[in-house]
């Protein structure tokens, strides 16, 4: 589609936006929000015609892109059959949603509580667990995003967590690996998985083993920096768990459905855990829509005990129809591998190239269509290249660097001193290289901060 100006419309939009419309995370008379006119597949255009390639996904969920035909098509349909029934029925979507995804999911996590997105998943897996056990406590590492509801934003470990954390909710962080800015004073990925897991033994030792109920870990944390756990990491948290008890939550609600060039983070290290969240790329975020996937022992625990949960649109039905075509057009195109081959031929080598090239890249990392560039003023010092949460003048660079890949057309993912590479899932190398392309020139003003 040609985007076309209409300057007119888009200031009506804006203006109505800027006197009704309340923003998360945001500061209200400090924000300029953007009206867009429309999207379609990698891209998406304002009111005057400019078009940005969408480097963000949309919050990391457009895994097919913007209004693919055959999804779009499959909420009409179910639209015109049944747009809404209540869950404690079965419908046809519904169900065959859940097999489709149930199929996919490692191990015996073969049943499936369908939420209304990622956050409220987490909300569940968490009384899931506290439930089983019998034991209260969550563990949860610094360095994650799990949602901003209650729960999920005070297991969440980044700033966003701060305003909301009375130190009531049961929650306890911990480190999980990270090399390039290791807390274990580690030279190696083996040091630093070894002292990871180390310190997250002790912490359960000295939090009480029979107080914890679960361990929940992104899988491949998302908005804190991608930064894939070493080899044994997940494997070892895995062990952890079946010694003390605690139920092994993985949050997939970014990582899933293709975004690391599998199905499931999760199957590129061979670990199974008790319980799986999921959102976002399930649908491809064209009707909110997220779950819980569950282990054999977990649905047990239910089998004939009542779980007190439940939402009023579980499973519905446009949003599980959604779902159920994105899944089979991820297939059928080959959406997961695509992810995979450029992640590996183009994506990677590319970052790697910008980074030799740019003083301001200290690190490249990721995998799939799933990758952070870690901004640093001094690459031997590592030095960010502005302070932890920073704003205002103190976030002059990252916002200099932002402004610099907008005006080149591409619509970055920023995240305190890190940008995003998170494209759809299905994007084209032709427009992967004109991403990257833009990306070279903003990170040349990222370089005019560096010593």
């Known amino acids: 589609m040609t985007p076309q100006p209409d300057p007119e419309v888009g200031a009506a939009v804006k203006a109505a936006d800027r006197a009704h419309v309340f923003h998360s995370w945001s500061a209200q008379e400090l924000i300029d929000p953007l009206a867009v006119a429309g999207a379609e597949g990698s891209y998406f255009w304002d009111y005057d015609g400019k078009r940005y390639l969408d480097f963000t996904s949309g919050l990391v969920y457009t895994n097919i892109g913007y209004q693919h035909p055959k999804v779009v098509a499959a909420i009409q349909e179910q639209a015109a059959r049944m747009t809404t029934f209540a869950p404690a029925f079965a419908v046809e979507a519904r169900s065959e949603a859940a097999r489709l995804i149930a199929e996919r999911t490692p191990g015996d996590l073969d049943k499936i509580f369908f939420t209304n997105g990622g956050a409220d998943a987490i909300e569940h897996a968490v009384r899931m667990a506290r439930l089983h056990t019998g034991r209260p406590k969550v563990l949860s590492a610094y360095r994650s995003y799990h949602g901003g509801t209650q729960q999920a934003v005070n297991l969440t470990g980044d700033p966003r967590r701060w305003a909301s954390d009375g130190a009531a909710a049961g929650v306890v962080h911990f480190w999980a690996p990270f090399l390039y ?130 939402l009023t649109y579980s499973g519905h039905p446009l949003a599980c129809a959604a779902a159920v075509a994105t899944i089979q057009v991820m297939a059928e195109e080959g959406v997961v591998e695509n992810a995979a081959r450029l992640g590996t031929d183009v994506v990677g080598p590319a970052l790697r190239e910008l980074a030799e090239r740019h003083p301001s890249v200290g690190e490249v990392r990721g995998v799939g269509m799933f990758w952070a560039l870690e901004l640093v003023r001094n690459r031997e010092t590592r030095e960010p290249l502005v302070p932890y949460n920073a704003a205002g003048a103190a976030n002059a660079p990252m916002a200099a660097f932002g402004a610099a890949a907008k005006a080149a057309g591409l619509w970055p993912f920023i995240n305190m001193n890190r940008t995003h590479v998170v494209p759809p899932c299905n994007v084209g190398e032709a427009e992967l290289k004109e991403g990257l392309a833009a990306l070279d020139t903003a990170l040349a003003v990222a370089d005019e901060y560096t010593a």
């Open 181 to 310: 800015r290791s807390r274990f004073y580690a030279e190696t990925e083996e040091q630093e998985c070894a002292r990871a897991l180390e310190h997250l033994e002790t912490t359960i030792a000295f939090e009480g083993p029979a107080t914890i109920a679960a361990i929940v870990l992104e899988t491949i944390p998302g908005t804190a920096g991608i930064m894939v756990p070493p080899p044994g990491y997940l494997a070892g948290v895995r062990e952890i768990c079946d010694k003390y008890g605690i139920v092994f939550v993985l949050d997939e609600v970014m990582a899933g459905f293709g975004r690391t060039g599998e199905w499931f983070a999760a199957d590129l290290f061979d670990v199974t855990p008790d319980l799986m969240t999921f959102a976002k790329g399930v649908n491809s975020g064209y009707v909110p829509l997220g779950g819980v996937a569950i282990s054999g022992a977990i649905a047990e625990t239910f089998a004939k005990r009542p779980y007190p949960g439940g």
